[in-house]
């Protein structure tokens, strides 16, 4: 897993977060879709889409919003993180990426830590907080989480599967915590 570490943010002033593709361009979103479906036992191009997609999310809001989630544990699978991995490769395409076309204007650095690792120095409670910190701004941004996202992003996942959370329940955490600061406690449904 990974962790990402981020700079003060420029100027940004879009009315609604870009697309994959607008954010790649046609011909470097095609080359990943492409090569991510090449793969053995890759899943359907539609499926490589979404993965992408949520990739250039990801990517999206740790530029916007460096000093929340800069520095933080990978809130999202290694699918996600091994997209993250082909963009960083492609030098020049990566550095036009995040200084151009993301809207924090600047480089966006990738570093592997163990998720063991990484838990032993904010603690569980301040993990656990951090990883919820992405749901708001997720949603503020790209609206509610829907069933292409969900398998991506690990908070979520967990959410769903584990809590027996609907995914419109976890997009009203934006509306409970009522800021994009974040929730300050995850509700949990009443099964009685």
């Given at each position: 897993?990974?962790?990402?570490?981020?700079?003060?943010?420029?100027?940004?002033?879009?009315?609604?977060?870009?697309?994959?593709?607008?954010?790649?361009?046609?011909?470097?979103?095609?080359?990943?879709?492409?090569?991510?479906?090449?793969?053995?036992?890759?899943?359907?191009?539609a499926?490589?889409?979404?993965?992408?997609?949520?990739?250039?999310?990801?990517?999206?809001?740790?530029?916007r919003?460096?000093?929340?989630?800069?520095?933080?544990?990978?809130?999202?699978?290694?699918?996600?993180?091994?997209i993250?991995?082909?963009?960083?490769?492609?030098?020049?395409?990566?550095?036009?990426?995040?200084?151009?076309?993301?809207?924090?204007?600047?480089?966006?650095?990738?570093?592997?830590?163990?998720?063991?690792?990484?838990?032993?120095?904010?603690?569980?409670?301040?993990?656990?907080?951090?990883?919820?910190?992405?749901?708001?701004?997720?949603?503020?941004?790209?609206?509610?989480?829907?069933?292409?996202?969900?398998?991506?992003?690990?908070?979520?996942?967990?959410?769903?599967?584990e809590?027996?959370?609907?995914?419109?329940?976890?997009?009203?955490?934006?509306?409970?915590a009522?800021?994009?600061?974040?929730?300050?406690?995850?509700?949990?449904?009443?099964?009685?």
């Open positions: 897993m990974s962790t990402s570490a981020a700079h003060a943010p420029s100027a940004h002033a879009a009315d609604r977060a870009p697309t994959a593709e607008e954010l790649l361009g046609p011909t470097l979103h095609e080359e990943v879709v492409r090569h991510f479906s090449a793969e053995p036992d890759a899943p359907s191009a499926v490589v889409r979404h993965r992408v997609r949520e990739c250039l999310r990801y990517l999206y809001l740790v530029s919003h460096p000093d929340r989630l800069g520095g933080l544990f990978l809130p999202v699978e290694q699918d996600i993180d091994e993250w991995h082909y963009l960083i490769l492609q030098t020049r395409e990566y550095r036009e990426l995040c200084e151009q076309r993301l809207p924090g204007g600047h480089f966006i650095h990738h570093r592997s830590i163990s998720y063991g690792a990484y838990q032993e120095a904010p603690g569980r409670q301040t993990a656990a907080e951090e990883a919820l910190r992405w749901i708001p701004l997720y949603t503020a941004e790209f609206g509610p989480f829907d069933a292409d996202a969900l398998p991506h992003w690990t908070i979520v996942r967990f959410l769903h599967d809590l027996h959370m609907s995914l419109t329940e976890i997009s009203g955490l934006v509306d409970e009522g800021t994009p600061d974040g929730p300050k406690a995850v509700p949990v449904r009443d099964h009685t």
